[in-house]
């Protein structure tokens, strides 16, 4: 029987902040519409937190079973190793898919926003979709697009229509950029996973493309993120605070373009993580600055 530790492990917590860098990134964008609420953009975190958590228990049973994780060289994995049973790891998914629904049902109802449990249904469909069932798109290479789409798109303008009622360009800039970054941290763990990967069947993106073409979409990925803060500067000079993180992302692009392979490409993805959050707080920092000065 799996641990408390190993359960808290095997949610991923590092992958965490793809979920939360959207929701501020969004709310700072409703700040600046005028229309910031709290208690929205809680319910909105708790709703992008449960479906990561959701997606990664779901990616741990169904990749689990498939005995994708046998050889598995990146964090721990509670079907793969044996530690928890597999109805178990699917039940925690689908418990934490349910607290999204749950919270999500909240925001939808405070915001008047209805359309919106559409949106939601696709979220948890998409999320198990992803490596479960019997054509798995994440299988198919389709995984990028759906990070893009729900952990960049969906998750930023969701949490700024449910407070504002509308759209602003800052709110698509930031979801373009987070969405990429988002995008970077699943090319990386994909690049690590090239070799497992392509000897059981799973042809994610980085398969497809081939290890040296996939290096070098996750720095273009990078490159482009910043880029969206130019974009918006001619509107508000303060975006440009979004390149004060360029620095911090020589490092993680230099590791994947020097050819790090296996266990030593952990503290790229453990950088980008960072990264997205870097890019979230300086992003809404400039928000709110070209709002309140």
Known sequence: MATFAQWISGSRPRTLPMAVAPVLIGSAAAYGLGSFKPVNALLAAAVAVLLQIGVNYANDYSDGIRGTDDERVGPFRLTGSRAAAPAAVKRAAFLAFGAAMVCGLVLVV???????????????????????????????????????VFFGLVATLGTTYTQAGTLSPEAWAGAVGTGLIADALLMANNVRDIPTDRTSGKRTLAVRLGDSRARKAYVLMLAVAMMTAIVIAPWNPWMVIVLLLVPACLTPAWLMLGGRRGKRLIPVLQQTGFINLGYAALFSLGIVLGTAL
């Open 110 to 148: 405070l915001s008047q926003t209805w359309w919106l449990l559409l949106v939601g249904a696709g979220c948890v469909m998409a999320a198990w979709g992803y490596t479960g069932g019997k054509n798995p798109y994440g299988y198919l290479g389709l995984g990028d697009v759906f990070v893009f």
